[in-house]
Every structure is written in C-alpha cells, then in structure tokens.
C-alpha cells in the first residue's frame, strides 16, 4: 500500500489561493490525500443537519468546516 505525498500535513499554516474563500487563512485540521482534500480551519464554513442523539439532544442545523482541494492551498511560512 503507498501513500500518497501531499505538501502540507495537519497543524500546517495555509491561506486559499483561488475559489470563492480567496485570501483565508487558517491551520490544516485534516488531510484527505486518498481524494485530495483538506479541511482549513475557519476557510470554508458549510451548514450540516445533525439527528438528535445522547451525544447532542438538540439536533438542528450546525456550522462545521467544509473541505478545500488540496491544490487551492498554500503553505506559509
């Protein structure tokens, strides 16, 4: 099994380089190099519908942070 090189890793410093969320910055949270994608935090907030559950008895509409191609990024520093 081979893994697949990405130039940035988790708790990487990155701004977004093209796209609609152009100019944010923010810390890597996670790297998907199987389908090229990262997870910035902060960049790219998208709305998610939960279920009620133990865990979370209120349920509702969540803001969670939404995925970016991993060529939309640029490593700082």
């Known amino acids: 099994m081979s893994r697949t090189k990405t130039h940035v890793k ?4 990155v701004e977004i ?6 100019g944010k910055q923010g810390t890597v949270l996670s790297v998907n190099a ?9 960049a790219r907030p998208v709305k998610k519908a939960t279920r009620r559950s133990e865990a979370d008895p209120d349920g509702g509409i969540k ?4 995925s ?10």
């Open 10 to 13: 988790k708790g990487d410093q």
């Open 17 to 22: 380089i093209t796209g609609a969320h152009k």
């Open 34 to 42: 199987a389908k090229s994608q990262v997870v910035v935090e902060g």
């Open 63 to 66: 803001t969670i942070d939404g």
């Open 68 to 77: 970016v191609h991993i060529s939309n990024v640029k490593k700082l520093g």
